[in-house]
């Protein structure tokens, strides 16, 4: 949470995790280059790295793509989500050992400049068994690089939650120029049915959990309640809230998470002010909402998060009739104290 900044936020879970993925790329690299000596012996040590790191990276991207969308269906795999960045940046790396080398080797012997190279050494632009495919693959490099740098809380305290979220979200526009890249590439060099059928899986997963997320999450905000009191409006009974959770609301076109605590009752913004996670998803740790995305926790009868953390969300007015649970659709200001409602 944003008081300062660590090069690196480490704490003993993140080691563990750090630890696991690092000791997975390393069993899939000698893995791949196992079977690549077994069945091909022949293949360059350059072109085995190239591949090697390649496949690596693709692999990598797709663990990340799946997270996001895995979480929300599931909460038992938030832990994966505390470690994302550090998978991100690993991600980065295995793809800039792949496109370092596929530059060195096809575009650095020559007497131009290898970017230049890069993009003049094919002009074939407007062919689709011929395009230039390794263009793709650099500016997706690019991308990658650039949510790489700005992953750290340093950049998202600077540019915004909003912004910063924006950026990172380009992360399919990577994705897709990584299909091209490699589907592109199949064309002209040795098409692998083993690889394109990895990757349509791949793609075909991804796709499918985003579309399941998305319809869970629209059908969601469809939902509006018809019992309204005197402006109040029902959103369901007591009894449907566990102990130390919440249940996600659409009011007033906006997203509030109603928690039950210490036989109390609190609503408060579903936004996390970090990168928008979904609070209500989370659960009541030592007096505190805590978001299931990072960690980022606030008080749930002020929205504050506690001293010496500074965010601050909207909170909501809540009353009780009969078990049933009704809350006033006007947000009150960021940081409000509002009395929780005893039950």
């Known amino acids: 949470m944003g008081v300062n900044y660590q090069t690196v936020l480490w704490n003993r879970n993140k080691k563990i995790y750090d630890k696991w993925i690092i000791l997975g790329m390393l069993i899939y690299l000698l893995c791949f280059i196992g079977i690549t000596l077994i069945t091909n012996p022949e293949t360059s040590i350059e072109t085995l790295i190239i591949r090697a790191f390649g496949t690596l990276a693709i692999a990598l991207l797709h663990v990340i793509l799946v997270i996001g969308p895995l ?16 998978l991100g940046v690993s991600m980065f790396l295995a793809a800039l050992i792949h496109g370092g080398f596929s530059i060195f080797q096809f575009h650095s012997l020559g007497n131009v400049n290898p970017i230049y190279a890069l993009f003049t050494s094919n002009m074939d632009y407007g062919s689709l068994t011929n395009f230039p495919f390794q263009v793709l693959g650099f500016f997706a490099l690019i991308i990658l690089f650039i949510m790489a740098s700005t992953s750290h ?84 009974d007591i009894d449907e809230i ?38 209500g998803e989370g659960k009541v740790i030592d007096g505190c909402v805590t978001c299931p995305w990072h960690g980022y926790q606030y008080l749930p009868h002020n929205g504050q998060s506690p001293p010496p ?35």
């Open 71 to 86: 979480v929300r269906l599931n909460s038992r795999f938030s832990p994966l989500l505390y470690n994302r960045r550090h």
């Open 153 to 236: 809380d340093f950049w998202l305290k600077n540019l915004s939650p909003k912004l910063w979220k924006r950026l990172h979200m380009m992360v399919y526009l990577a994705y897709t120029l990584v299909i091209l890249h490699v589907f592109l590439g199949a064309l002209q060099q040795q098409p692998s049915l083993w690889s394109i059928s990895m990757l349509s899986l791949g793609f075909i997963i991804i796709a499918g959990l985003h579309i399941r997320t998305s319809l869970i999450e629209s059908k969601t905000d469809k939902t509006k309640t018809e019992d309204i009191v005197d402006g109040w409006e029902y959103v369901c």
């Open 242 to 279: 566990p102990e130390d959770r919440a249940k996600i609301f659409i009011v007033n076109n906006e997203r509030i998470a109603v928690f039950k605590y210490d036989n109390k009752l609190s609503a408060i913004s579903n936004v996390c002010k970090h990168q928008g996670g979904p609070l």
């Open 309 to 343: 953390f500074t965010e601050k969300i909207a909170t909501y007015n809540l009353k009780t009739e009969n078990n049933k649970i009704y809350v006033h659709p006007e947000a009150m200001a960021e940081g409000t104290e509002v009395n929780p409602v005893i039950i």
